[in-house]
């Protein structure tokens, strides 16, 4: 971002005496923000373990087997036998689930200012997401062991590439299918912002179906923005909190950072590392159930009770890949700054967005570095903060450059 001292690339001055942009308000306390992410970082790390916890005695205990028993009990046909034994894995599951969302959802965000939802709220959104993810994770399971049972040497070719396609076209839907689901949209009324972000999304060289208010603040108080969707589906969301928050220079810098994620092709790198990694689960799944699918009391690679084994070897390739997707994901996030930087009159905006970001959404601004190297998608606030302070505007060419 170019403001008037932008030849020179020196060092932009931050808010006098820790003041934030948002009307001269005290800005958030660093140490409330730190309780805060220790605490999600704490309750993610106690679901973790419990899950995998219950999945271990699924399967050290024989409690899949048991299920699988009773499942089969009920009805010897593959596909609803297995259908009754998710629904009695789902239980087992959604108890703790709960419990730790109850505490991360609700409890947290409410004992620190943030949420806006009553309980009935806040259980009428799990219980929506529970319906979703149960019949999104029946189908999978249902195609999984038939494909097995088809295709008993290839099924993990097979189901990794089916399981691809799913993802990208839940990418591609998921803005006009399951988003309105839990949120209210409606188009943008201010014309002139509209205008200004249509002309940053042209010279972006992408096309968008429209800018709309994401009814967020009903919330939250936390603010966001997005480009979602892909082709006919595409679209700008910014939340009501945002535009309530934010100058139209600072939305518009928000909006860049998203559409450098575009530029830079980041959607098809993220699908293709996506695609690599669904092929090498499906595989060391495969070598999983090649090597203890008679282990366990299961009774061979199509015996759906070996589900909690397939989950674990899951478990296991996510952890051993955390660190480099973490660092993958915060290079993409830096392009996208770079990029935004490059696209805008003035980098002030940018960092004013970003101090507005940290204080409505209790940002933890300088996280511990191995909590960051490990954990977070995005630099921190402070680096990216001094990554706009320290932009050589002679950037600037190199950065259109790329669209």
Same mark, same amino acid.
Request: glycine share 8%; proline share 5%.
């Given at each position: 971002?170019?403001?008037?001292?932008?030849?020179?690339?020196?060092?932009?001055?931050?808010?006098?005496?820790?003041?934030?942009?948002?009307?001269?308000?005290?800005?958030?306390?660093?140490?409330?923000?730190?309780?805060?992410?220790? @605490?999600? %970082? #704490?309750?993610?790390?106690?679901?973790?373990?419990?899950?995998?916890? $219950? /999945?271990? +005695?699924? &399967? =050290?205990?024989?409690?899949?087997?048991?299920?699988?028993?009773? @499942?089969? %009990? #009920?009805?010897?046909?593959?596909?609803?036998?297995?259908?009754?034994? $998710? /629904?009695? +894995?789902? &239980? =087992?599951?959604?108890?703790?689930?709960?419990?730790?969302?109850?505490?991360?959802?609700?409890?947290?965000?409410?004992?620190?200012?943030?949420?806006?939802?009553?309980?009935?709220?806040? &259980? =009428?959104?799990?219980?929506?997401?529970?319906?979703?993810?149960?019949?999104?994770?029946?189908?999978?399971?249902?195609?999984?062991?038939?494909?097995?049972?088809?295709?008993?040497?290839?099924?993990?070719?097979?189901?990794?590439?089916?399981?691809?396609?799913?993802?990208?076209?839940?990418?591609?839907?998921?803005?006009?299918?399951?988003?309105?689901?839990?949120?209210?949209?409606?188009?943008?009324?201010?014309?002139?912002?509209?205008?200004?972000?249509?002309?940053?999304?042209?010279?972006?060289?992408?096309?968008?179906?429209?800018?709309?208010?994401?009814?967020?603040?009903?919330?939250?108080?936390?603010?966001?923005?997005?480009?979602?969707?892909?082709?006919?589906?595409?679209?700008?969301?910014?939340?009501?909190?945002?535009?309530?928050?934010?100058?139209?220079?600072?939305?518009?810098?928000?909006?860049?950072?998203?559409?450098?994620?575009?530029?830079?092709?980041?959607?098809?790198?993220?699908?293709?590392?996506?695609?690599?990694?669904?092929?090498?689960?499906?595989?060391?799944?495969?070598?999983?159930?090649?090597?203890?699918?008679?282990?366990?009391?299961?009774?061979?690679?199509?015996?759906?009770?070996?589900?909690?084994?397939?989950?674990?070897?899951?478990?296991?390739?996510?952890?051993?890949?955390?660190?480099?997707?973490?660092?993958?994901?915060?290079?993409?996030?830096?392009?996208?700054?770079?990029?935004?930087?490059?696209?805008?009159?003035?980098?002030?905006?940018?960092?004013?967005?970003?101090?507005?970001?940290?204080?409505?959404?209790?940002?933890?601004?300088?996280?511990?570095?191995?909590?960051?190297?490990?954990?977070?998608?995005?630099?921190?606030?402070?680096?990216?903060?001094?990554?706009?302070?320290?932009?050589?505007?002679?950037?600037?060419?190199?950065?259109?450059?790329?669209?």
């Amino acid at each position: 971002m170019n403001e008037p001292k932008a030849e020179t690339g020196a060092p932009l001055p931050g808010p006098p005496n820790g003041l934030s942009p948002i009307s001269g308000q005290a800005a958030p306390d660093e140490e409330q923000a730190r309780t805060y992410h220790r @605490a999600q %970082r #704490v309750l993610s790390v106690v679901g973790f373990v419990v899950d995998f916890a $219950l /999945l271990m +005695l699924l &399967l =050290l205990a024989g409690w899949s087997v048991g299920f699988r028993e009773a @499942a089969e %009990r #009920v009805s010897r046909h593959p596909a609803l036998a297995l259908l009754i034994y $998710l /629904l009695l +894995l789902g &239980l =087992l599951f959604k108890i703790p689930d709960l419990v730790i969302g109850f505490l991360k959802g609700y409890w947290l965000e409410h004992r620190h200012g943030l949420s806006r939802m009553t309980f009935g709220q806040w &259980l =009428l959104d799990e219980a929506k997401g529970a319906a979703i993810g149960a019949a999104i994770g029946a189908l999978g399971a249902e195609a999984l062991y038939a494909a097995i049972r088809l295709w008993p040497r290839d099924w993990w070719v097979v189901c990794a590439a089916a399981f691809s396609l799913f993802f990208i076209l839940l990418a591609h839907l998921a803005p006009v299918l399951l988003f309105p689901i839990f949120f209210k949209f409606k188009p943008v009324e201010d014309s002139a912002l509209v205008a200004r972000l249509e002309d940053l999304s042209r010279r972006a060289r992408t096309r968008v179906r429209g800018v709309y208010e994401w009814k967020l603040g009903e919330k939250t108080k936390k603010a966001n923005a997005a480009l979602m969707g892909s082709g006919s589906t595409r679209r700008i969301i910014l939340s009501d909190t945002l535009l309530s928050n934010f100058q139209p220079d600072e939305i518009e810098a928000v909006l860049a950072h998203e559409f450098g994620h575009h530029v830079r092709r980041h959607l098809l790198w993220g699908m293709l590392v996506q695609t690599a990694i669904t092929f090498a689960g499906f595989y060391l799944a495969n070598r999983a159930l090649a090597r203890w699918s008679h282990a366990f009391g299961l009774r061979g690679p199509s015996d759906f009770a070996n589900l909690p084994l397939l989950i674990l070897t899951g478990f296991a390739l996510s952890l051993i890949l955390l660190p480099a997707l973490s660092a993958f994901s915060r290079r993409m996030e830096r392009e996208a700054d770079a990029y935004a930087l490059g696209s805008i009159p003035d980098r002030e905006a940018f960092i004013r967005s970003m101090e507005k970001l940290a204080q409505l959404n209790l940002g933890e601004r300088r996280p511990p570095r191995w909590i960051e190297f490990i954990f977070h998608s995005h630099p921190s606030i402070e680096r990216r903060i001094q990554f706009a302070r320290e932009w050589n505007p002679a950037r600037r060419r190199t950065s259109q450059a790329g669209a």
